[in-house]
């Protein structure tokens, strides 16, 4: 009502006329505010008109893009882990669920209870009773014993090995189990289904082999069983 009665003194007395033949509003909304927001964060009014094609825009706003550092890692090895996560391979749910345990949004009990959408942040596996994080659901948990050899690091970022072969599958193999325990979680809390280590291990395996298969359509079986070993671990999946 505030604002009819604005716009219609502003007419009666000819305070900014405008055409009303556009709509008018006094409030901008709030996309064209992240627009501008935009805007001014990547500097795009320095783009000339003759510029403002979508690949030269693209190119601009990737050569001033702010790089977050994932946690516990300096810039660098933070630019090489979101290159590594935009260029991957790994399949659209598990690229998911890596990019959101990354940056902390991953749905577990912890980040709901901050958020009021669940009473406890306990996990939920019997016997653990820690407080359920990405950390705890990766890494920490009873049901996870004997990862204690290999480093967060490793688990959460798939850094630090040289050979290219090598870490490629080491992030393939990771982006699986990381879905692999997401999905067992999940069925462990809404259907109260407990999925054993076996039943893991062979659900694993079945994500991998379809990497495996990838591999032998794209170049042939004898470099893709040395790139992955096939016929020492086959012998896992019933």
């Avoid at 055409?19 to 505010?33: D, G, T």
């Avoid at 893709?224 to 019933?238: H, T």
Wanted: aromatic share 12%; with cysteine.
């Amino acid at each position: 009502m505030i604002q009819y009665m604005g716009g219609w003194l502003f007419r009666r007395w000819g305070w900014q006329a405008r055409e009303l033949n556009r709509p008018v509003h006094f409030v901008v909304p709030k996309f064209y505010l992240c627009l501008q927001e935009f805007r001014e964060t990547y500097e795009l009014e320095k783009l000339g008109v003759e510029e403002k094609n979508k690949k030269v825009v693209k190119e601009w706003i990737r050569r001033n893009e702010c790089v977050s550092n994932a946690d516990g890692l300096n810039s660098d090895n933070s630019l090489r882990l979101w290159k590594k996560l935009q260029k991957s391979e790994l399949a659209k749910r598990q690229r998911d669920v890596v990019w959101m345990s990354l940056h902390k949004c991953l749905p577990t009990r912890e980040f709901l209870w901050k958020r009021g959408l669940c009473r406890a942040a306990v996990c939920q596996v019997e016997g653990c009773g820690d407080t359920e994080t990405v950390e705890h659901l990766f890494w920490g948990c009873v049901e996870l014993c004997g990862l204690e050899t290999v480093t967060w690091g490793t688990i959460m970022f798939g850094l630090g090995v040289a050979d290219k072969v090598k870490s490629r599958v080491l992030w393939l193999l990771l982006g699986c189990i990381k879905e692999i325990l997401w999905d067992v979680r999940n069925l462990l809390i809404f259907k109260n289904q407990v999925i054993g280590k076996e039943m893991c291990l062979n659900m694993i395996l079945g994500k991998l082999y379809v990497y495996y298969l990838r591999d032998v359509y794209r170049s042939n079986a004898t470099d893709a069983e040395g790139i992955w070993k096939y016929k020492k671990w086959r012998f896992l999946i019933k």
